[in-house]
């Protein structure tokens, strides 16, 4: 029998996953939350725009609700929603997951724990994503970044799974480049420091990922957030480590590390990419600024560092979830004004 994969969570960057693989001749079941979005799905297949080429695959589907009716177990495990879902959605596969089976978050933030929490250490691997997608209608993703321009790092966080890494690999392969990643954690809190420095602060602006950055002063924001996520990792022990297919000679003993990244990412993802913050302004959904920058804060804080820059993109961000201000150029100005105070 081959290995069954589950891609739990299948909005852009899980769809486009899913896709791959199941192009890939893998047995893959999609489980998703949104019901239009299902059954958009089963009706057409999937459909997925890269910049130069479209596909249409025909997938298996799930309502999340259908999981209760599942009578195997999966072997992997591959969850893909909103780092604050991770707890609740995974204790609800957990029981689907194969006593030697494996989940993976493909997400940002530090969900590592979250998942461990629900599965145990010996069937968690660690994962870092590069990958753009966009998805506002049912069925229908936008990918901006194809399989040969997307990156994962994976990692194992126990000798229990020592080496399972290239299991994954060999499935997760067929959407993207993967390396192995020695030290995982601070591979994801160095992915936590680039979305630090773009998604919150650009998103609020309302504008995509480049003219978002062309704003005056956006750039000096972006890189202050980042110096106070890089303080918040060394203070928590995190060392700094390669991502996006960067090498260690890069970024050990670089004195633009910051930069580079920033540069690095505005580069990978493409002129026309908007951020998933900003998709969930637009969507009125919550955004995972909380997990990100909030969560920098709150680091910061616990050290008795400030972290001002972090701090006034949570606070902003907040003011647009709460249909307090909409997103648009002048916040950044308000954010100025909230670190000046």
């Known amino acids: 029998m081959g290995t069954k994969i589950a891609v739990l969570g299948t909005g852009a960057n899980g769809s486009s996953v899913a896709a791959d693989m199941t192009r890939a001749g893998h047995d893959v079941t999609l489980i998703d939350q949104w019901p239009a979005h299902v059954e958009a799905m089963r009706a057409g297949g999937l459909r997925i725009q890269m910049p130069d080429e479209e596909i249409n695959v025909a997938v ?23 780092a604050y879902d991770t707890r609740w959605i995974t204790e609800l596969i957990a029981p689907y997951v194969a006593g030697d089976g494996l989940v993976i978050g493909l997400q940002n933030g530090m969900t590592v724990d979250d998942i461990v929490a ?45 080496g399972r890494e290239a299991e994954v690999a060999a499935v997760l392969g067929a959407a993207g480049r993967v390396a ?11 992915k936590l420091i680039v979305n630090a420095m773009t998604m919150g602060p650009r998103a609020l602006s309302g504008l995509g990922a480049v003219d978002a950055m062309e704003l005056p002063g956006m750039r000096d924001i972006a890189l202050r957030a980042g110096e106070e996520a890089l303080a918040a990792g060394q203070a ?56 990100i920058n909030g969560r920098v804060a709150e680091v910061c804080a616990a050290n008795g560092r400030p972290a001002p820059v972090n701090a006034a993109v949570t606070e902003v961000t907040r003011r647009i979830h709460a249909g307090e201000i909409k997103p648009e150029p002048g916040n950044l100005d308000l954010v100025k004004a909230l670190i000046e105070r």
């Not at 192995?180 to 160095?190: E, F, G, H, T, Y």
């Open 236 to 291: 928590q022990g995190f060392t700094i480590e390669p991502i996006f297919g960067l090498r260690r000679e890069d970024v050990e003993g670089s004195n633009r590390l910051l930069e580079l990244l920033l540069d690095k990412i505005i580069a990978d993802v493409g002129p026309h990419a908007r951020d998933a913050v900003l998709h969930d302004h637009l969507k009125g959904r919550l955004s995972e600024v909380d997990e």
């Open 60 to 82: 298996t589907a799930h309502h999340l609700c259908d999981v209760a009716t599942f009578t195997h177990c999966f072997d992997m495990v591959f969850v893909v929603v909103k």
């Open 180 to 190: 192995i990643q020695p030290n995982i954690v601070s591979a994801k809190w160095m």
């Open 118 to 162: 629900a599965v145990g250490i010996s069937r968690t691997i660690g994962c870092v994503v590069e990958l753009s997608s966009e998805i506002f209608t049912p069925g229908l993703v936008k990918r901006n970044t194809p399989p040969d321009h997307t990156w994962f790092g994976l990692g194992s966080l126990d000798p229990s799974t020592a």
